[in-house]
């Protein structure tokens, strides 16, 4: 791999520091989740962890294309866990919730909201997504590949300025590293608490949860009322609550 060092760290280290069995470093991929991909079916281990510095085909949910300049946190890691312990919706809240804790630690305050299904807000604006993949053979899992894009220090362009925000603009000291210090070790354990979410989980989610009482029209119409343990949203229908496992949010 690219001998790459991260805020002056190198991969040997970081893997050593976080304690996952390798980490990948590259100057430019065109996608964290592909280069996972690609390692997963080779064969390497859970827990394998690849960053960019920048990524050239960055993409989010429904082929969405992701921006992702120098300057932000383009990680992807790989899991294996047994079937019965995926489910996709599940995986994406969990890694977000960690994200969302990392850097509230360091904002050392509850800052961070999360919007279904995704996304991770600061002060209302999109500061990083999250998208789950797994790949299977058959009816057999072969492996789970979780990526997230934060932007950090990489400046926001000017036509998404109102809608995303880096973490440098609350803190002008943050380094990745520090954002990965508290999000890889936690991010680990994204498939290691069984498919569906805990209590602990739903409600560490509901806490942070941006759409509930709001008013939505898509993917269904009617009012979002929180999460399934399986991280299906809820919406109230008026005549009934149902609950959606994917698409695209869109406000009322």
């Keep these: 791999m690219a001998r790459v060092a991260l805020d002056g760290v190198s991969a040997s280290e ?3 520091r976080w304690g996952v069995p390798q980490v990948g470093l590259f100057r430019q991929l065109p996608s964290t989740l592909d280069a996972i991909h690609d390692l997963g079916a080779q064969g390497a281990a859970e827990g394998t962890v690849v960053l960019a ?3 050239t085909a960055g ?3 429904d082929g969405r294309t992701w921006r992702s300049p120098l300057g932000g946190v383009w990680l992807a890691m790989l ?3 047994p079937p019965e312990r995926v489910e996709l919706g599940a995986a994406s809240i969990r890694a977000g919730l960690a994200l969302a804790d990392a850097v509230d630690a360091l904002l050392a305050a509850p800052a961070t909201r999360l919007k279904w299904p995704n996304d991770v807000l600061l002060d209302d604006r999109k500061l990083a997504g999250i998208l789950s993949e797994a790949r299977w053979q058959g009816g057999r899992l072969q492996w789970l590949a979780v990526g997230l894009g934060v932007n950090v220090c990489n400046e926001i362009p000017a036509d998404v300025a109102k809608r995303a925000i880096a973490l440098r603009e609350r803190l002008p000291a943050v380094r990745r ?3 990965l210090d508290h ?3 936690a991010l680990a354990l994204v498939t290691t608490s069984g498919a569906a979410l805990s209590e602990r989980e739903c409600a560490a989610f509901a806490a ?3 759409l509930r009482g709001r008013q939505i029209r898509s993917p269904a119409a009617g009012l979002a009322r929180g999460l399934r343990p399986d991280g299906a949203l809820l919406v109230d229908l008026g005549a009934g609550t149902i609950g959606v496992r994917e698409g695209h949010v869109e406000l009322a």
Aim: aromatic share 10%.
């Design 208 to 210: 942070r949860d941006w």
């Design 14 to 16: 970081l893997a050593r």
């Design 183 to 185: 999000l890889v070790p």
């Design 53 to 55: 510095e920048e990524q």
């Design 79 to 81: 899991f294996r866990p």
């Design 177 to 179: 590293l520090d954002v």
């Design 59 to 61: 993409r989010g949910r």
